[in-house]
């Protein structure tokens, strides 16, 4: 029991560690795309820059609204954190002694709940500007969740596993990503806009609703927000690899280091699609997932059911 409770404590430890230097990677990689530097001042090449933002933000005063809902407005930002590492549980490390056989549900259950830490944030800090923010964020994260959904289930068709591990050992020599290229390119879409990232980065508009959602929280709480957006960030890769592209060895690198690189690859995507896409508007955003992907996700799964079927009569 207490061996679980200390590998628990590290993974955690070790998810946070990689969401600050990924942060950074985010930022230095910004930097170049826009012929600049990004930040190179702390330490050597700006290496540290991370920990120093975490003292900084973790050291400052938590300045509150006078009119806000003290419990929700601090229960918020500590709920999305938690949530977002609840799902680095499904980890499917080839080191792990136990794996999560129902991942699947449990990916769901757990990412379906992370619009509540939004909707407390907005509505409990008594701002128009983060109500209206919140407001966005569910409405467009609970449409783009039909699409994930749909296309999972087209998955589990393929792979017929709810395991994250049994899905990521049942891809051949070529990956579910080339075989169903459409398909993966919509779930890759729709993991963007589930993190609320630009181009899709409504709850956080800056040019309308200053900062969206988290406009009055600073210091820690807004540290954990921050935190938050970035583990789901890193999450969706990690699973975008598990489903779509495979985790084998190749030569001396074993499981875990190849997918690490995917993951790592997937996740720079990101970055590169913040810095090259100009924010959608808001009505293009929500058609796109109800008069596109969801045609499109629910034909691949008409297909493939209907494949299946003819395959198991003849």
């Known amino acids: 029991m207490l061996g679980s409770v200390v590998c628990g404590l590290v993974s ?16 230095k990689g910004l930097g170049y795309f826009q012929i ?20 900084k933000l973790f050291s400052k005063e938590m300045v509150k609204p006078t009119f806000a809902n003290q419990f929700a407005y601090f229960v918020a930002p500590v709920m999305g954190l938690v949530l977002a590492l609840l799902l680095w549980q499904l980890y499917p490390s080839d080191s792990l002694a136990e794996h999560f056989s129902w991942g699947i549900l449990f990916f769901l259950c757990v990412s379906s709940m992370n619009v509540y830490s939004t909707l407390l944030a907005g509505w409990a800090s008594n701002s128009k500007y983060a109500l209206l ?56 879409v729709s993991c963007i ?23 009055e929280y600073s210091a820690g709480g807004f540290a954990l927000i921050f935190l938050a957006e970035y ?3 890193l999450v969706m890769s990690l699973f975008s690899v598990v489903l779509f592209f495979g985790a084998g060895s190749i030569g001396a690198l074993n499981f875990d280091s190849v997918m690490m690189a995917k993951t790592l690859l997937v996740a720079f995507a990101f970055v590169w699609v913040r810095a090259t896409l100009p924010r959608f508007r808001y009505d293009l955003l929500m058609g796109l997932t109800w008069k596109s992907f969801l045609p499109l996700a629910l034909g691949a799964l008409v297909m493939v059911v209907g494949v299946m079927f003819v395959v198991v009569l003849v």
């Open 133 to 188: 923010g919140a407001i966005r964020a569910i409405a467009q994260t609970i449409s783009y969740e039909v699409s994930l959904v749909l296309i999972l289930l087209f998955v589990l068709f393929v792979c017929p596993s709810f395991s994250f591990t049994a899905i990521k050992e049942s891809h051949g020599v070529v990956w579910l990503g080339f075989l169903f290229i459409p398909i993966s390119l919509v779930w890759f």
């Open 193 to 215: 806009a589930e993190t609320n990232r630009a181009p899709f980065d409504f709850a956080e508009g800056e040019s309308e609703l200053v900062s969206g959602f988290n406009i």
């Open 231 to 233: 583990a789901n960030i």
């Open 12 to 27: 955690y430890i070790c998810a946070l560690l990689g969401v600050a230097f990924f942060i950074l990677l985010e930022r």
């Open 36 to 55: 600049r530097k990004g930040p190179n001042k702390v330490g050597l090449m700006g290496l540290p820059q991370p920990l120093g933002d975490a003292v």
